[in-house]
């Protein structure tokens, strides 16, 4: 794992990219922000009161000099921000309302990153992931061509990498949806050093069953494929025919993956976050995320359990993902 990271580090440094951390009086986000400024990965920015974050800082003994800090009601340039809101919201919020949604350090932060005045945020260390996401839905919005964000796990096991999908946010997605994950999760794969063969995964293997689940997954091939054509993706795939060579030889001897795919697909959020948590508890895989991806620029999301270790490994990732 910590190789993992030492290579994402060592592709950022050179980037000079910068952080969002709405959460800037949590020890956490204090806590790996310094660790990410002193050793020159990226730039930390942390919203709050100054003065406050400073004196958080000096008592749980953490030097935040080489961090950003900023405070949305004294930002140089709120007029324009707000300007830019109201544009991007289309008329669903007048100017006032947005001075006074632009105040709420998620919405802020977020529109740094809009107005490329940061290259991406970590939230979630005190809020939700509502509280996280709907900003970044409302303002950054995904790519062309992607209608939902997804979420994955990236799963290590000493020098075994896997990608998972989507664990965190889609509950029922549709072909459609399917499709976008699996797109959008070879991106990821690629990100993580991870040449990207792709299991579409059902309780069926190739007709082995028919239902309108498996057609789903099916189908979902099929306009995953026409997304990008270039991708090496089979299915629908039960887990062993898609992982164990001897099982693929016997259930699906014709397919391109030969039973050694490493991005896995799941038809819903229930089988996603099972099958990651078995991975993670009986397998004793680490599981790295969720990362958020589909949106224009990066927003990731942490767990309010999260530790100063999850928030610095979870920027690492933004950082790389920008």
């Given at each position: 794992?910590?190789?993992?990271?030492?290579?994402?580090?060592?592709?950022?440094?050179?980037?000079?990219?910068?952080?969002?951390?709405?959460?800037?009086?949590?020890?956490?986000?204090?806590?790996?922000?310094?660790?990410?400024?002193?050793?020159?990965?990226?730039?930390?920015?942390?919203?709050?009161?100054?003065?406050?974050?400073?004196?958080k800082?000096?008592?749980?003994?953490?030097?935040?000099?080489?961090?950003?800090?900023?405070?949305?009601?004294?930002?140089?340039?709120?007029?324009?921000?707000v300007?830019?809101?109201?544009?991007?919201?289309?008329?669903?919020?007048?100017?006032?309302?947005?001075?006074?949604?632009?105040?709420?350090?998620?919405?802020?932060?977020?529109?740094?990153?809009?107005?490329?005045?940061?290259?991406?945020?970590?939230?979630?260390?005190?809020h939700?992931?509502?509280?996280?996401?709907?900003?970044?839905?409302?303002?950054?919005?995904?790519?062309?061509?992607?209608?939902?964000?997804?979420?994955?796990?990236?799963?290590?096991?000493?020098?075994?990498?896997?990608?998972?999908?989507?664990?965190?946010?889609?509950?029922?997605?549709?072909?459609?949806?399917?499709a976008?994950?699996?797109?959008?999760?070879?991106?990821?794969?690629?990100?993580?050093?991870?040449?990207?063969?792709?299991?579409?995964?059902?309780?069926?293997?190739?007709?082995?069953?028919?239902?309108?689940?498996?057609?789903?997954?099916?189908?979902?091939?099929?306009?995953?494929?026409?997304?990008?054509?270039?991708?090496?993706?089979?299915?629908?795939?039960?887990?062993?025919?898609?992982?164990?060579?001897?099982?693929?030889?016997?259930?699906?001897?014709?397919?391109?993956?030969?039973?050694?795919?490493?991005?896995?697909?799941?038809?819903?959020?229930?089988?996603?976050?099972?099958?990651?948590?078995?991975?993670?508890?009986?397998?004793?895989?680490?599981?790295?995320?969720?990362?958020?991806?589909?949106?224009?620029?990066?927003?990731?999301?942490?767990?309010?359990?999260?530790?100063?270790?999850?928030?610095y490994?979870?920027?690492?990732?933004?950082?790389?993902?920008a």
């Amino acid at each position: 794992m910590s190789n993992l990271f030492d290579q994402l580090s060592d592709k950022i440094k050179t980037t000079d990219k910068s952080i969002v951390f709405p959460e800037g009086m949590d020890e956490r986000i204090l806590t790996a922000a310094s660790q990410l400024g002193a050793a020159g990965i990226l730039t930390p920015v942390l919203l709050g009161d100054r003065s406050k974050m400073k004196q958080k800082a000096e008592e749980i003994g953490v030097d935040i000099a080489t961090c950003k800090l900023m405070e949305p009601k004294d930002f140089a340039e709120f007029d324009l921000m707000v300007e830019t809101f109201v544009e991007r919201r289309k008329g669903k919020v007048t100017a006032e309302q947005a001075r006074e949604i632009l105040l709420d350090e998620n919405y802020f932060g977020t529109m740094l990153v809009y107005m490329n005045q940061a290259d991406g945020l970590v939230s979630g260390a005190t809020h939700s992931t509502a509280d996280t996401v709907r900003p970044a839905l409302q303002i950054i919005k995904t790519k062309n061509g992607i209608n939902k964000t997804s979420g994955v796990f990236i799963m290590v096991r000493n020098d075994e990498k896997y990608v998972f999908a989507d664990c965190a946010i889609n509950i029922n997605p549709d072909s459609q949806d399917l499709a976008e994950i699996a797109v959008e999760s070879a991106v990821t794969a690629e990100l993580f050093d991870v040449d990207p063969r792709i299991a579409m995964l059902s309780f069926s293997t190739k007709g082995s069953a028919k239902s309108e689940e498996t057609d789903k997954v099916v189908n979902a091939l099929d306009l995953a494929k026409e997304k990008n054509p270039s991708l090496i993706i089979d299915g629908e795939f039960q887990f062993d025919a898609a992982f164990v060579p001897s099982v693929a030889s016997k259930k699906a001897p014709d397919s391109v993956l030969n039973g050694d795919a490493n991005v896995f697909i799941f038809p819903s959020l229930e089988a996603g976050n099972i099958g990651y948590k078995i991975a993670q508890r009986l397998g004793e895989f680490e599981a790295v995320g969720p990362v958020l991806q589909g949106l224009n620029k990066p927003v990731n999301d942490l767990s309010r359990g999260c530790s100063a270790d999850d928030v610095y490994k979870l920027a690492i990732i933004t950082a790389a993902q920008a």
